[in-house]
């Protein structure tokens, strides 16, 4: 079983009308392509760093622009459209970082909350604290599609490989990593981690990026990329402005993977001892 799918590659604002205008014309470019499975990057609706800024253009779900034009996309275009992220208000009033997977009748297949907060001070001076503002999830899911098993992730949660094993052992054989990467530590290590994740589990991985400096003063890494389960990039854009990324996935490369390097069904449980030593000249207790 193959079928074609889409990366779509943003440079998102701070006005959600405007980013859901350009969202609608990216993914109308990627199914004119072929693409019957198209994905956004982390939040597509508004890259915003302003907290009382964000909180202005804030929806809940039933309102929100995004999710609404994605939901009529889909539709229209009779696709699976996958939008990686937008920032959704909360009863609490916290934000769900959360993404949305949109059938070809519209309806909603999935909605995923991102996991993991990036909470970090990077050695450029930028400093980041998702959880002062974002709720986690707490609730992996795998959607199963008429071409294959998709797996979720938002951004952060790459660096967390037990998520993606825990989905390839489920069955996963496409993991989804939406993102919005900073261009510091896009540059040392976003390829890195796609592709290990996508080696190690024997798995396809599908990249939307945002790319370029954006309207808040970031600077977002973008490559957004799709990786087959041997580690091979077949498809990338650039890092900066948008862009669709399209490639042909044959899903029956993870059974192959498999069984070339049958490491999920090779792995054991073990046991974890520290040991201690001695201080100088003493002897271990």
Known sequence: ????????????????????????????????????????????????????G????????????????ASELAKELGI?????????????GKIANRGFLFGPDGKLINRYDKIHMFDVDLDNGESWRESAVYRPGSEARIASLPFAELGF????????????????VAGAEVMT?????????????????????????????????????????????????????????????????????IAEIDVTAVKSAHDKIPNLKNAREFSLEKIATPAAGGVAA
């Open 1 to 52: 079983m193959s079928f074609k799918a889409a990366a779509i590659q943003m440079c998102s604002g701070v006005d959600p009308v405007k980013n859901a205008a350009d969202m609608a014309r990216l993914v109308r470019d990627a199914a004119s392509q072929g693409a019957i499975y198209v994905q956004t990057p982390e939040m597509t609706g508004a890259v915003q760093k302003d907290r009382p």
């Open 54 to 69: 964000l909180r202005a253009v804030l929806r809940d779900e039933p309102n929100d622009i995004i999710v609404k034009t």
């Open 80 to 92: 699976y459209l996958h939008i990686g992220s937008t920032a959704i208000a909360l009863d609490d």
């Open 153 to 168: 992730s938002i951004c952060y949660d790459v660096r967390f490989p037990q998520l993606f094993r825990a989905q390839a």
């Open 177 to 245: 990593v939406p993102a919005a990467f900073t261009k510091q530590t896009g540059e040392a290590h976003w390829e890195i981690l796609l592709r290990a994740r996508a080696i190690e589990n024997g798995m396809f991985v599908i990249a939307a990026a945002q790319a370029g400096k954006h309207e808040d003063g970031r600077e977002t890494f973008g490559h957004s990329m799709i990786i087959d389960p041997w580690g091979k990039v077949l498809a990338s854009a650039g890092g900066a402005g948008e862009a669709v990324v």
